[in-house]
C-alpha cells in the first residue's frame, strides 16, 4: 500500500470520528456545554486581551491611552517598588509551596494510617480549606494583635515571651506571618491530594519491600517518594500558581505592609491599577505576572509528563 493510500485512509477515519463525534448525542452534549464555554471566553479570553493592549498604551484616568509601545515595560525594569514586590512574589511562592508540600505530605501519611474516628480528623483538616480567604486573613490579624492578640497572651501565659511580638508591623515577623496563614489555609487540600495518591499505591510493593526488611524510611524514600512523583509535580504546579497570584492574604493581613515589605506583584498591580488609577501600567504589571504564573505552570506540567511517562 502507498503513502498517499495510507493518508487517505487516516483523513478518511479521522473525518469518520469527527462526524460522529458531531452526531447524535454527542452534538447534544456539546450544543448544551457550548454556551458555558462562550461565557468562559467572554470573561476570561476577552479582559485578558484587553489588559494585553492596555499594557501598550498610556492609559489612565486623565488619559485617552496612547499607545506607547513597550514603554510601560521598560519602565518596569526602574522601578524599585516593582522589583522588591518582584523579590517577594518569588519569597513567598518558593516558602509557601515548599511548606505546603512537605506538611501536606506529612499530614496525608498520619491520617491514612488505621485511626479511630478518621473522618473526624479529616473534616477538621479540610475547614481552613473551605474557608473563605479573606475571612481568614481577618481572623488571623485579629489574632496577631500586638496588644490583646491571642497569640502574644498564649506565648506570654508560656513564659515564651516577655514583651509582645509585632507579628503585622515588622518587616521580617510580616513576612513570616503572610507565610504562616497562607500555609494553614492551603495545607489541607494537598493533604487531601496526597491521600487520594496515597491510596490509590499498590500495597504489595510496600509488603515485599518489609519482607526484605526495609524499614520505614527507606519505604519512603525508594518507593513512596518515588510513586508519588507525578502528584508531587502536580501540586506544586498548582500551588505554585496560586502562590503566586495571591491577593487576599495580603490585602485582608498587612495590605503590603509595613512598607512594602510584603508587597507582592498582584498587590502591586491591584494599588496601580485600582488606586493610582494608571491602567496602562497597572495591565503591564498583570501581563507579567500571567507569564510568570505560565512559566510556572508549563514547567510543572513538563515535569508531571516527563514523571508520569517513565
Known sequence: MSSQTVDRARSRSAAERLGDALTGVNAIAYCLVLPAILLRLAF????????FWLSFTDKSLMAP???????NYVAMLSDKTLIGSFGFTL???????ALETALGLAIAM??????????????????????????????????????????????????????PIRWLSSANTARGSVVLVTVWKNVSWVALIFMAALAALPKDVYEAAEVDGANAWQ???AITVPMLRPTIFLVLMFRGM?????FEQIGGLTRGGPGTATQNLAYYAYQRFFQELRYGYGSAINVLLLLLTALIGGFFAWRM??????
Not at 476570561?44 to 489588559?51: G, R
Not at 491514612?112 to 490579624?141: C, G, Y
Request: aromatic share 12%; glycine share 6%; proline share 3%.
Open 44 to 51: 476570561t479570553l476577552v479582559p485578558a486581551l484587553q489588559t
Open 65 to 71: 491611552g496612547r499607545f506607547i509601545g513597550l514603554a
Open 91 to 97: 519569597f513567598y511562592t518558593v516558602t509557601s509551596v
Open 110 to 163: 498520619l491520617l491514612m494510617r488505621q485511626l479511630r474516628a478518621r473522618w473526624i480528623s479529616n473534616f477538621i483538616m479540610l475547614l481552613p480549606w473551605v474557608m473563605a480567604p479573606l475571612l481568614a486573613a481577618t481572623v488571623w490579624k485579629i489574632m496577631f494583635y500586638e496588644d490583646g492578640g491571642i497569640l502574644n497572651q498564649i506565648l506570654r501565659d508560656l513564659g515564651l515571651i516577655s514583651s
Open 219 to 221: 519505604r519512603f524514600r
Open 242 to 246: 496560586g502562590e503566586v497570584q495571591t
Open 305 to 310: 509528563y516527563k514523571a508520569s511517562s517513565r
